[in-house]
């Protein structure tokens, strides 16, 4: 099993050129897997982590309902901002500047053939670095991503998650709110759930800013020992 993940952090790059990079490199894992099981060799499977930060962008699930995109082709563009219906699961969701978003393209294989206890994990790793900040978030039972004051009038989310899997390859992944404008939710019902609200770290924290390359460091950091994984840092083109 190959535990090493190529780590790369993109910087502020538009949705599709990274969704088609993404498809790359998870279809470069795939031929390789299907090439391991034809010829019966044993060739390893890489894994990758991208950073990314996006320029305002909804996203719809390949499940979701498009009725929860509030907004008509001329308003979008009005807004700056761009839609695409996309292959992972979920409903719709917004990304954009002061949102740190991941994305693991991994071989499940290489560490476990389990996307419950996957995504578990994912949403675990943002649970300990809020926590690093004094801040308690977990998980909202049948509602993926990590939430605040679950249980209360006051629940909201704080990081969107989904994902696609294909013989037990993964990709797209997480959105961690760090000094995103919230304003560009209201113009979505984001995953599909009403009547509860979305936060940023900067707002739960009553700053102005966070340090978006800190809060990635502890992400990495608790990734890897989740995962225990180690990260091999590649320039991005």
């Known amino acids: 099993m190959n535990k090493e993940v190529v780590l790369q952090d993109l910087g502020r790059k538009d949705y599709k050129d990274t969704w088609d990079y993404q498809e790359s490199l998870f279809k470069d894992i795939l031929d ?3 090439k391991n099981r034809r010829e019966n060799s044993t060739l390893k499977t890489p894994n990758y982590f991208l950073f990314v930060e996006h320029p305002h962008v909804y ?3 390949k499940s979701g309902d498009i009725e929860n995109l509030l907004l008509n082709e001329k308003q979008l ?11 992972r699961g979920g409903d719709i969701t917004y990304h954009g500047p002061g949102q740190i978003v991941g994305y693991p393209i991994l071989d499940l294989d290489n560490f476990f053939t389990d996307i419950h206890k996957y995504l578990r994990f994912l949403e675990e790793v943002i649970i300990l670095t809020l926590d690093e900040y004094g801040i308690t978030a977990t998980r909202s039972e049948g509602e993926t ?6 249980g209360t009038p006051f629940a909201r989310k ?3 998650m989904g994902v696609r899997a294909s013989r037990w390859v993964t ?8 000094n995103a404008d919230l304003g560009y939710f209201d113009n979505i019902i984001p995953c599909g759930i009403r009547g509860k609200g979305v936060t940023s770290l900067h707002v739960e924290l009553g700053k102005t800013s966070v340090d978006e390359a800190e809060v990635k460091q502890k992400i990495k950091k608790h990734f ?14």
């Open 59 to 61: 996203t719809l699930g």
């Open 158 to 160: 704080i990081c969107a």
């Open 145 to 150: 991503g990590v939430w605040i004051d679950v």
């Open 224 to 237: 890897e020992a989740l995962f225990e994984a180690t990260f091999v840092e590649k320039v991005s083109v």
């Open 171 to 178: 990709m797209h992944g997480f959105a961690l709110n760090v």
């Open 32 to 34: 390789i897997k299907i």
């Open 77 to 87: 563009e009005e807004k700056g901002a761009t839609f695409y219906k996309i292959n």
